[in-house]
T-cell receptor, first 112, second 110 residues
């Protein structure tokens, strides 16, 4: 099992550009989520999905879109990047019945 | 709205000493997580606490959960340098939506 994978590892964008952060898991987990981590802070939930075709907003959803067409993949789209979106982004999936959350390695995004 | 507070935010301790990190949260929850994060790395799961009174131990770390007091503790026994990292607690705010504390940066020195 590769667990939770994320690409790219690093990305630099200019203000106004769009991009998609990829997340995939091979554990057949229904629940997946995206978090962002800003310096000196804990993680904050952006969006989550309880299964293919079902997504919902977390604490800080503005400026981000998600979709879930398969169990394995949960991409995060930045529609028009802003410097405030400079952060480290983590994708996670939830195991059941352990309720253990498995985090990916993260994507470090800088918006100039 | 669920709020999660950790203290202390920074902890400098000597090897061999014991200490406790506290995690308080503001609304009812039955699931609490502890994670470790090394600089530039992802989160490593330490403990998942699923019920009131749950206690789990792994090596020099022991975590407990008191859902009535809305308090979890992470106790470090006889600290060693390898435990230096940032530790986060996270509380399930419903539907597995985790709310994280701001983290405790632990530095263990000889």
């Amino acid at each position: 099992n590769a667990g939770v994978t994320q690409t790219p590892k690093f990305q630099v964008l200019k203000t106004g550009q769009s991009m998609t952060l990829q997340c995939a898991q091979d554990m057949n987990h229904e629940y997946m989520s995206w978090y962002r981590q800003d310096p000196g802070m804990g993680l904050r939930l952006i969006h989550y999905s309880v299964g293919a075709g079902i997504t919902d907003q977390g604490e800080v959803p503005n400026g981000y879109n998600v979709s879930r067409s398969t169990t394995e993949d949960f991409p995060l789209r930045l529609l028009s990047a802003a410097p405030s979106q400079t952060s480290v982004y983590f994708c996670a999936s939830l195991g059941h019945p352990s309720y253990e959350q498995y985090f990916g390695p993260g994507t470090r995004l800088t918006v100039t | 709205e669920l709020k999660v507070e950790q203290n202390p935010l920074f902890l400098s301790m000597q090897e061999g000493k014991n200490y406790t990190i506290y995690c308080n949260y503001s609304t009812t929850s039955d699931r609490l997580y502890w994670y470790r994060q090394d600089p530039g790395k992802s989160l490593e799961s330490l403990f998942v606490l699923l019920s009131n009174g749950a206690v789990k131990q792994e090596g020099r770390l022991m975590a407990s959960l008191d859902t009535k007091a809305r308090l979890s503790t992470l106790h470090i026994t006889a600290a060693v340098h390898d435990l230096s990292a940032t530790y986060f607690c996270a509380v399930d705010g419903g539907f597995q939506k985790l709310v994280f504390g701001t983290g405790t940066r632990l530095l263990v020195s000889p």
